[in-house]
């Protein structure tokens, strides 16, 4: 029997990230993971449905060729699906194994397994028992499975699959019906939009993209409809059938021509193993406070089975906020500050408040909105279609959120999350010079914006 100082159930990256920031700190670590080390993220999430919306923008490019002065002949243009998947499996592979690279050179001991918690100071992985000081969780989650009928029989078949299930797809579905609006269904509609398929997304709520500021969604959906994807909202699926489905809305029955669909309702966390602990859950999910501690003693919880925000850099912020509470340091999660990017054609990134949300929290606030047509580098680039709107504190215009539309907006979110995590205020934003010619400018206007004094609109 090996005893450890902490054992982690789970190694996506909140798993990992935990069990190397443990060992660099000289604790003994076993890490135990069931099937890929990386998790849904590296796996069959975040990094592959990343390279494949690559080549989808890239194949959307050669169809935009003229308005750059291109004359290019689309017949001629070829998709090679095959190797649009090996590139995507490539780069998997590629990240997976320098995970795996770390956690042996940080000395973490890997289990391959599943892990089932006896106590909280007892894991068992097949054969081996394990002792530990402490237990982290970081179990994830898996798509939920809505009783409509046929679902389970065209699971079974195929035809009807999850997002891991839609990674390994051989042919680009003719008719792709995609059933619900959320982050994972927008992503794999802007990639076999782009590449060909006729997609439809079908979402039971009022909207989609439920947690993004309206302003921004209100645009984006203009640039789903310039590209021919159909979104129907109120609509309940009621019947799933192998070329076809049956929904609900407004109050009449229709039906849809669907050779593949995509199962993207929510997720689930995965509690199975941990029944003895007896943990408190709450949503679903395992209840944590703001140091990822359970009601558990010695039991912490990360990532996707927590229910809060299912979000790797999260999970991995979580792990090591975890790690940090057992090593005797406190650094309390502050979720309003995380950053979240949907990877469309144009990317949505967001941090803070959403301006509905700063009205549930009854906050005195005041708004600014650039467009993205006023940017010189947009202009250059042939991007009409995005903004960013700014929310402040009308007290002392402290930002509380920074929404953006706009190609690369996952990579301008982050000097918005720095400075909220300073608590800086529109003129800190405002008084820091922005290069020229930069899309990260519509940030400037839009603090200066917030001051009352836009240079350019």
């Known amino acids: 029997m090996k005893e450890y100082d902490i054992t982690i159930i789970g190694g996506g990256p909140g798993g990992y990230v935990a069990a190397i920031k443990a060992a660099q700190a000289g604790k003994s670590v076993a890490l135990i993971e069931k099937e890929a080390i990386g998790g849904v993220c590296l796996n069959w999430g975040c990094i592959p449905t990343k390279a494949l919306l690559k080549s989808a923008k890239v194949y959307e490019n050669f169809k935009n060729a003229k308005s750059y002065g291109f004359k290019v002949d689309m017949d001629n243009v070829e998709i090679d699906f095959k190797k649009i998947m090996q590139r995507k499996n490539k780069a998997v592979k590629k990240l997976t194994s320098g995970v795996g690279y770390l956690l042996k050179k940080n000395k973490v001991d890997v289990y391959e397994g599943e892990g089932v918690a006896e106590d909280a100071h007892t894991v068992k992985v097949g054969e081996e028992t394990l002792k530990t000081k402490k237990l982290i969780l970081a179990t994830g989650a898996s798509p939920a499975i809505p009783p409509i009928d046929g679902l ?32 994972i269904g927008v992503e794999f509609a802007a990639i076999f939009g782009a590449l060909g398929s006729n997609v439809t997304i079908i979402e039971r709520e009022k909207d989609i993209l439920l947690d993004v500021d309206q302003d921004i969604k209100n645009q984006f959906k203009k640039k789903l409809k310039k590209d021919k994807i159909k979104v129907l909202t109120g609509a309940t699926l009621s019947k799933v059938g192998e070329n076809s489905l049956t929904y609900e809305q407004d109050g009449e029955e229709k039906m849809l021509d669907a050779d593949r669909v995509l199962l993207s309702a929510g ?82 990134a967001q941090v803070g408040l959403t301006e509905e949300k700063a009205k549930v929290r009854g906050i005195d606030y005041k708004t600014s909105t650039f467009p993205i047509t006023a940017n010189g580098k947009a202009l250059a680039e042939g991007q009409n279609i995005g903004m960013v709107k700014m929310i402040a504190s009308k007290k002392y215009n402290e930002i509380i959120g920074v929404h953006i539309l706009a190609e690369g907006a996952t990579e301008m979110i982050s000097e918005s999350v720095l400075g909220m995590a300073l608590e800086a205020t529109a003129a800190d934003f405002a008084h820091a010079v922005h290069p020229h010619p930069t899309l990260s400018e519509m940030v400037h206007e839009a603090a200066h914006g917030i001051l009352d004094s836009f240079i350019h609109l």
């Open 152 to 183: 389970k029989e065209g699971l079974k078949k195929e035809y009807v699959l999850t997002s891991k299930g839609m990674l390994d797809v051989q042919e680009i579905p003719k008719d792709l019906a995609i059933v619900g609006g959320g982050v």
């Open 267 to 348: 997720m689930k966390p995965n509690t199975q193993g941990l029944d003895k602990l007896d943990l408190e859950m709450e949503n679903g999910g395992i209840k944590t406070d703001e140091l990822l501690r359970t009601n558990v003693k010695d039991v912490y919880a990360i990532g996707d089975c927590n229910g809060k925000y299912l979000l790797a850099h999260v999970a991995s912020k979580e792990g090591i906020v975890a790690v940090m509470d057992i090593l005797g340091e406190q650094h309390p999660m502050n979720y309003d500050h995380m950053p979240s990017g949907i990877y469309t054609f144009p990317e949505i």
